[in-house]
């Protein structure tokens, strides 16, 4: 006899075959991890200040690691760089390398251990996704250089014959269009190394993706690239150079506090 009580018919958690359901992941204590966001937050334009802000406070609380880290980046990079052949490929590592130094500042920020490990565990996780990441990238640069070189060849034509006063206009004016051609490239790639090593996005859904954040968050992001540089040189100047050793790692970690902000539920920013 069926039941004639109107009640509703229980839900079970249970996923088919017995198996526990997916639940969000959590930290060692319990809570919560951030969780990645459907659409990318709208964020406030002074937010792009508070990424430099918080990617200091990030950088403070473990200073002598982050500095290591950084330092070894340096080193590897410069010999990398200066050997024959690895300096072909060394490129291709460097998001790999990125892509390390975001899953530290996920650890750290969450409470867990920041180890120098990091700086390579995206080595045996995300090798392939970020290469090709890179490969993306370069193309993209590519593609944006070929017609900036048709016009810049141009132009130097041109201004051959004239005055050094419309030369200079004609530098300025074709920088000013590399920028403009270039800053969606850079839209493409900013939150694309966070998407992939803590999300496992896909490199051309990355990039989409970071297009998107950076587009919906155009006024933040335009305020943290004006004052970012301010910011380098006052730490140089005022360090006679020592600064730069906290630089390279306080701006990869710009990366992460940014990706926080615009694509998780847990924003870092106005905490």
Same mark, same amino acid.
Request: hydrophobic share 55%; proline share 7%.
């Given at each position: 006899?069926?039941?004639?009580?109107?009640?509703?018919?229980?839900?079970?958690?249970?996923?088919?075959?017995?198996?526990?359901?997916?639940?969000?992941?959590?930290?060692?204590?319990?809570?919560?991890?951030?969780?990645?966001?459907?659409?990318?937050?709208?964020?406030?334009?002074?937010?792009?200040?508070?990424?430099?802000?918080?990617?200091?406070?990030?950088?403070?609380?473990?200073? +002598?690691?982050? #500095?290591? @880290?950084?330092?070894?980046?340096?080193?590897? %990079? !410069? &010999?990398?760089?200066? =050997? /024959?052949?690895?300096?072909?490929?060394?490129?291709?590592?460097?998001?790999?390398?990125?892509?390390?130094?975001?899953?530290?500042?996920?650890?750290?920020?969450?409470?867990?251990?920041?180890?120098?490990?990091?700086?390579?565990?995206?080595?045996?996780?995300? +090798?392939?996704? #970020?290469? @090709?990441?890179?490969?993306?990238?370069?193309? %993209? !640069? &590519?593609?944006?250089? =070929? /017609?900036?070189?048709?016009?810049?060849?141009?132009?130097?034509?041109?201004?051959?014959?004239?005055?050094?006063?419309?030369?200079?206009?004609?530098?300025?004016?074709?920088?000013?269009?590399?920028?403009?051609?270039?800053?969606?490239?850079?839209?493409?790639?900013?939150?694309?190394?966070?998407?992939?090593?803590?999300?496992?996005?896909?490199?051309?859904?990355?990039?989409?993706?970071?297009?998107?954040?950076?587009?919906?968050?155009?006024?933040?992001?335009?305020?943290?690239?004006?004052?970012?540089?301010?910011?380098?040189?006052?730490?140089?100047?005022?360090?006679?150079?020592?600064?730069?050793?906290?630089?390279?790692?306080?701006?990869?970690?710009?990366?992460?506090?940014?990706?926080?902000?615009?694509?998780?539920?847990?924003?870092?920013?106005?905490?």
């Amino acid at each position: 006899m069926s039941s004639s009580n109107g009640s509703q018919p229980s839900v079970s958690l249970q996923k088919p075959h017995g198996q526990p359901p997916n639940l969000p992941p959590t930290d060692e204590y319990g809570g919560l991890l951030p969780q990645l966001l459907a659409e990318p937050r709208m964020c406030q334009a002074g937010w792009g200040i508070s990424w430099i802000t918080k990617s200091f406070v990030i950088f403070k609380d473990q200073f +002598l690691l982050w #500095l290591a @880290i950084g330092v070894a980046y340096l080193i590897i %990079a !410069i &010999i990398g760089s200066s =050997i /024959p052949v690895i300096n072909f490929i060394f490129p291709f590592l460097s998001f790999v390398f990125v892509g390390g130094i975001i899953k530290g500042c996920a650890v750290q920020v969450v409470g867990s251990e920041l180890k120098f490990d990091h700086l390579f565990s995206a080595f045996y996780t995300h +090798l392939k996704p #970020l290469i @090709i990441l890179f490969i993306l990238y370069l193309v %993209a !640069i &590519i593609v944006v250089m =070929i /017609p900036m070189l048709i016009i810049f060849g141009g132009m130097a034509l041109s201004l051959g014959q004239e005055s050094s006063d419309v030369a200079i206009v004609g530098i300025v004016l074709g920088s000013l269009l590399l920028f403009i051609l270039l800053f969606p490239v850079l839209m493409a790639i900013w939150f694309a190394p966070a998407l992939i090593v803590l999300h496992n996005i896909e490199p051309v859904q990355a990039m989409k993706m970071s297009f998107k954040g950076c587009l919906k968050n155009i006024l933040p992001f335009l305020l943290f690239w004006l004052i970012a540089p301010i910011i380098m040189i006052l730490m140089v100047v005022f360090t006679l150079g020592l600064g730069l050793l906290a630089l390279f790692p306080i701006g990869m970690i710009t990366y992460y506090t940014s990706y926080r902000d615009v694509w998780t539920d847990q924003p870092l920013s106005g905490i």
